[in-house]
C-alpha cells in the first residue's frame, strides 16, 4: 500500500503549478487520507531522486518550509520557490492564501 500511496502523492504533487504552493494536508485530504499528512511528508522525503515531482511546493498547513532541510543547500527550497515568484520571510510563505493550490479530490 505504502508505495502505491506515495505515488499517488507524487501524482498531485506533479499538478501544483508554478509559483503555487500546497500542504501535505490538502494531499492527504485529496487522497481521501485526512489523518494521513505524515504519510504524505514520508512521500516527499523519498522523492529526492524524482526531478519529475516539484517537492519544493509542499509546505506545512501554516505556510512553513518545513521540509528545507531535506534540500541540498541551507536555502535551495526557498531560492526554488523564489525564482517562481513565491514569496518567502523567515522560512515561512508571504501572503500564504495567495499562493496556497488546493487539489482536487483523488479518492
Do not use: C
Not at 5 to 22: C, D, L, N, S
Not at 58 to 81: A, Y
Amino acid at each position: 500500500m505504502e508505495e502505491n500511496f506515495f505515488e499517488r502523492v507524487y501524482e498531485i504533487v506533479k499538478q501544483i503549478p508554478e509559483g503555487k504552493v500546497t500542504s501535505y494536508g490538502a494531499i492527504a485530504k485529496a487522497l481521501g487520507a485526512a489523518r494521513s499528512a505524515r504519510m504524505v511528508g514520508w512521500a516527499m522525503n523519498a522523492s529526492h531522486n524524482r526531478d519529475d515531482v516539484p517537492a519544493h511546493r509542499v509546505v506545512n498547513r501554516k505556510g512553513l518550509l518545513s521540509g528545507k532541510h531535506h534540500f541540498e543547500g541551507t536555502h535551495l527550497m526557498q531560492q526554488l520557490l523564489e525564482n517562481e515568484g513565491v514569496e518567502v520571510v523567515d522560512n515561512q510563505i508571504v501572503d500564504f492564501e495567495k499562493y496556497f493550490w488546493e487539489p482536487e479530490m483523488k479518492i
